[in-house]
Nanobody
């Protein structure tokens, strides 16, 4: 069992910035990432990063969001800049590791206002 604790969501104006953090209870080799789900829409991948630092971004956030991780702190971060109204969603931290399975954080609300 892997526990994920998220923090950093909130309300921000259009064009503003927020930083999300997610701490895992294990430091094994894994892929960690962020997904988001807006009302009435399916959950979508925003960005993910492997333990070795390979990153992936959804086209909608490229150039605005940056994912990073600190393996010593068992944490992953999502720096979100130039936020848009359409970025409003519940953001979920995700952890996947071979032999451990797939885990989700509790979700943190990000609301971008005009």
């Amino acid at each position: 069992q892997v526990q994920l604790v998220e923090s950093g969501g909130g309300l921000v104006q259009d064009g503003g910035s927020l930083r999300l953090s997610c701490a895992a209870s294990t430091s094994i080799f894994s892929i960690m990432g962020w997904y988001r789900q807006a009302p009435g829409k399916p959950r979508e991948l925003v960005a993910r990063i492997t333990s070795s630092g390979t990153m992936y971004y959804a086209d909608s956030v490229k150039g605005r969001f940056t994912i990073s991780r600190d393996n010593a702190k068992k944490s992953v971060y999502l720096q979100m800049n130039s936020l848009k109204l359409e970025d409003t969603a519940v953001y979920y931290c995700n952890f996947w590791a071979l032999g451990f399975g797939n885990y989700w954080g509790q979700g943190t609300q990000v609301t971008v206002s005009s």
